[in-house]
Protein backbone atom coordinates (compact mmCIF):
# COMPACT_ATOMS: atom_id res chain seq x y z
CA UNK A 1 0.00 0.00 0.00
CA UNK A 2 1.17 3.34 -0.99
CA UNK A 3 1.54 6.68 1.06
CA UNK A 4 -1.92 8.42 1.96
CA UNK A 5 -2.96 11.65 3.10
CA UNK A 6 -3.95 9.14 6.54
CA UNK A 7 0.15 7.98 6.77
CA UNK A 8 1.46 11.72 7.80
CA UNK A 9 4.33 10.33 9.59
CA UNK A 10 5.62 7.90 6.71
CA UNK A 11 4.51 11.00 4.09
CA UNK A 12 7.38 13.15 6.59
CA UNK A 13 9.87 10.14 5.93
CA UNK A 14 9.62 10.23 2.68
CA UNK A 15 9.84 13.98 2.27
CA UNK A 16 13.05 14.21 4.80
CA UNK A 17 14.33 11.04 2.32
CA UNK A 18 13.69 12.92 -1.05
CA UNK A 19 14.28 16.34 0.38
CA UNK A 20 17.32 16.39 3.00
CA UNK A 21 18.48 20.72 2.41
CA UNK A 22 14.64 21.51 3.35
CA UNK A 23 13.20 22.97 6.42
CA UNK A 24 9.54 21.87 6.56
CA UNK A 25 8.99 25.36 8.79
CA UNK A 26 9.83 27.02 5.59
CA UNK A 27 7.48 25.48 2.70
CA UNK A 28 4.39 26.89 1.90
CA UNK A 29 1.28 24.76 1.90
CA UNK A 30 1.10 24.71 -2.59
CA UNK A 31 4.93 23.59 -2.93
CA UNK A 32 4.44 21.18 0.08
CA UNK A 33 1.36 19.84 -1.67
CA UNK A 34 3.17 19.53 -4.91
CA UNK A 35 6.32 17.68 -3.19
CA UNK A 36 3.79 15.26 -1.57
CA UNK A 37 2.09 14.04 -4.79
CA UNK A 38 5.47 13.86 -6.96
CA UNK A 39 6.39 11.50 -4.32
CA UNK A 40 6.57 8.05 -6.06
CA UNK A 41 4.70 6.05 -3.33
CA UNK A 42 2.30 8.82 -3.11
CA UNK A 43 -1.27 6.91 -3.79
CA UNK A 44 -3.90 8.93 -2.99
CA UNK A 45 -6.80 11.78 -4.11
CA UNK A 46 -4.33 14.85 -4.42
CA UNK A 47 -7.35 16.50 -3.97
CA UNK A 48 -8.06 14.85 -0.81
CA UNK A 49 -5.62 17.20 0.92
CA UNK A 50 -6.63 19.44 3.93
CA UNK A 51 -4.96 22.35 5.37
CA UNK A 52 -4.56 19.75 8.90
CA UNK A 53 -3.47 17.03 6.90
CA UNK A 54 -0.64 19.67 5.46
CA UNK A 55 0.18 20.43 8.82
CA UNK A 56 0.32 16.60 10.44
CA UNK A 57 2.87 16.13 7.94
CA UNK A 58 5.07 19.31 8.49
CA UNK A 59 4.80 18.68 12.36
CA UNK A 60 5.68 15.36 11.90
CA UNK A 61 8.76 16.18 9.05
CA UNK A 62 10.05 18.67 11.77
CA UNK A 63 10.38 16.33 14.73
CA UNK A 64 12.13 14.18 12.29
CA UNK A 65 14.91 16.44 12.52
Given at each position: ???????????????????????????????????????????????????AK????????????
Amino acid sequence: MGLTWDTPVEIAYALAEAHPEADPLDLNFVELHRWIVELPEFDDDPEAASEAKLEAIVLAWHAEL
